[in-house]
Structures are given as C-alpha cells and as structure tokens.
C-alpha cells in the first residue's frame, strides 16, 4: 500500500500538464462507498467560494460516516489510512487530494497512521459538477 504524495506529468496534445495524486471516494449505486486513483491538475483554476482549515476531529467522523458534501480534502500533516465498504484501503498523506463525494450510504472510516499527533487539512466544497478529477488508467 503506497503513500502518495507529489506530482504526476501527464504529456497531453504535445506538452505535459501538472497533475496531483488524487484519490476519489465515491457512493455506489447500491449506497456502498468506493474509491478510485486518479490525479487533478496543478496550477489550474477550480471554483470555490470559501474553505476552511481544521485539526481538530468531530465525534461523527471518529465513526463510519459519508462525506457531508462533495468536497476536495487537502491534507497539509499525517497520515490517513481510510477504509470503504468492502474493506479495501488506501493511504492519503500531504502531497495529494481526496475528492470526498460519498455523500450518500454508509460512507467510510478513516485512522491516523503517522507518528503525528493531528490531522491538519483544509476543506474546499466543490461548487461546479466537474471537479476536475481524472481516473487512472
């Protein structure tokens, strides 16, 4: 299980866009969470109309929960193993993005794994319906 972390060239129409590891949590159409691989673009404008800074945790997020709206989570300290429900896992370190958009179900759980004592992040809700991810091959 790999961290991810850093930026991905991807060559595209004869030069190559920046993108950022990205990891999108999805909800299933039978209400599971799933998640998939992907990147979004660095140095690309998305609109946002406000986001906010935490490292603090909630009580509801210490449990399996669905995303509270669609939201990009940009981890700035720690380590994150999260779990959807089928078991499967992946990590999420600063570096990369997760698209939270498992809104509906049963969500997903997550656990600190670093030594770090806080989770540091910032929330953007998404605004558009493209959120600009694109899956891996």
Same mark, same amino acid.
Do not use: C
């Given at each position: 299980?790999?961290?991810?972390?850093?930026?991905?060239?991807?060559?595209?129409?004869?030069?190559?866009?920046?993108?950022?590891?990205?990891?999108?949590?999805?909800?299933?159409?039978?209400?599971?969470?799933? +998640?998939?691989?992907?990147?979004?673009?660095? %140095?690309?404008?998305?609109? *946002? !109309?406000?986001?906010?800074? &935490?490292?603090?945790?909630?009580?509801?997020?210490?449990?399996?929960?669905?995303?509270?709206?669609?939201?990009?989570?940009?981890?700035?300290?720690?380590?994150?193993?999260?779990?959807?429900?089928?078991?499967?896992? +992946?990590?999420?370190?600063?570096?990369?993005? %997760?698209?939270?958009?498992? *809104? !509906?179900?049963?969500?997903? &759980?997550?656990?600190?794994?670093?030594?770090?004592?806080?989770?540091?992040?910032?929330?953007?809700?998404?605004?558009?319906?493209?959120?600009?991810?694109?899956?891996?091959?």
């Amino acid at each position: 299980m790999a961290v991810m972390a850093g930026t991905v060239a991807v060559a595209g129409a004869g030069e190559e866009a920046a993108r950022i590891p990205a990891i999108k949590l999805y909800s299933t159409p039978d209400h599971h969470a799933a +998640f998939v691989r992907g990147t979004v673009p660095a %140095l690309h404008k998305i609109p *946002t !109309q406000q986001f906010w800074l &935490s490292n603090s945790v909630e009580p509801w997020e210490q449990n399996t929960h669905p995303a509270p709206r669609r939201q990009y989570v940009v981890p700035l300290q720690g380590v994150l193993e999260f779990r959807v429900s089928d078991g499967s896992t +992946f990590r999420l370190a600063p570096g990369s993005v %997760l698209l939270a958009e498992d *809104t !509906q179900g049963e969500g997903h &759980s997550w656990k600190i794994v670093s030594n770090d004592k806080e989770w540091v992040r910032a929330y953007i809700p998404m605004v558009s319906e493209n959120d600009e991810f694109e899956a891996d091959k």
